[in-house]
């Protein structure tokens, strides 16, 4: 690899960079790279995890594997791999950009509806319900999404806390309970800072509820309950709203059940709620 050569232009070279290093691969190096020739596309969506379980290799293989091409890991991996497929889609897609984000957003919640295990939805809006301390831990899109349900569940009388900083989840986590329910959103499931929260937290007995999009990561590791989104997103569109619109229906199904399940002071509270802002209208 020449030292003259951009980011960009080492990344748009990524199949190249295989072929050319694929003399020096170890055995376990040359399954991985058969896998992503063969998977080529799907490998974009998929966790360092995902991978590591479906090659039945270690992550550290996967992880040595990306270094002997040049880049810093699996993430940069990925990002060469988004670059290299952006270019070729961009010569080969005659579908205009609106009719791409329409299909993706339907088409997320689609796949969501069909991951959805009504028991573990069922489990997660009990735990919910009854506890008095509840946190959702969410960083960038995701603490967008979180700060979205901390809205809807206080209009039907029910107070959570939303933290968005990192530091102030660690902090957070030493303080929790074994009556304490954390959400835990993340879209990979990879996040260090949501990860290492949510670990902090365990070992306070916390209960952890995690939306993703990643049956294997390793906040998935750390909970209890695993409610799967589905969208796909690579490092190019990170916090793309067909993003968000797969975690919102989670949430959606959250918020509903929640109140299903207190009805009546929901529906005395939206009332209330109705009354004290209407003079916030001309």
């Known amino acids: 690899m020449n030292n003259g050569e951009t980011p960009g ?43 590591s379980s479906e090659c039945k290799l270690g992550e550290a293989t ?23 497929l952006s270019s070729l889609q961009k010569s080969n897609n005659d579908e205009t950009y609106i009719d791409k984000i329409k299909g993706n957003m339907g088409q997320s919640i689609e796949d969501t509806y069909e991951l959805l295990d009504a028991d573990i939805l069922q489990q997660a809006i009990d735990e919910i319900s009854h506890s008095n301390d509840v946190i959702v831990y969410g960083i960038s899109s995701s603490g967008i999404a979180g700060l979205d349900m901390k809205s809807r569940l206080m209009r039907i009388g029910k107070n959570i806390e939303v933290v ?17 329910v ?19 937290a365990k070992k306070n007995h916390a209960t952890v509820v995690a939306i993703t999009n990643y049956v294997k990561s390793p906040l998935t590791k750390y909970s209890d309950l695993v409610l799967l989104s589905s969208a796909k997103e690579n490092p190019l569109d990170s916090g793309s709203l067909v993003s968000k619109v797969s975690q919102l229906f989670v949430i959606d199904l959250l918020c509903t059940g929640i109140a299903m399940t207190q009805y009546e002071r929901a529906q005395q509270n939206k009332e209330l709620i109705a009354g004290a802002i209407s003079s916030k209208l001309y």
Do not use: P, W
């Open 164 to 180: 968005t900083d990192s530091h102030n989840q660690v902090i957070r986590s030493c303080s929790v309970t074994n009556e304490t």
């Open 62 to 84: 996967i992880l040595r594997f990306c270094r002997k091409l040049g880049l810093k890991g699996y993430q940069d991996f990925k990002f060469a791999l988004a670059q290299e």
């Open 182 to 200: 954390i959400i835990a959103i993340s879209l990979t499931g990879s996040t260090k800072d949501i990860v290492d929260a949510v670990e902090e």
């Open 9 to 51: 232009e080492k990344r748009l070279k990524l199949t190249m960079l295989m072929e050319q290093n694929k003399n020096n691969f170890t055995k376990s190096e040359h399954k991985l790279h058969r896998y992503i020739l063969e998977h080529f596309e799907e490998v974009l969506y998929k966790s360092l995890t995902e991978i």
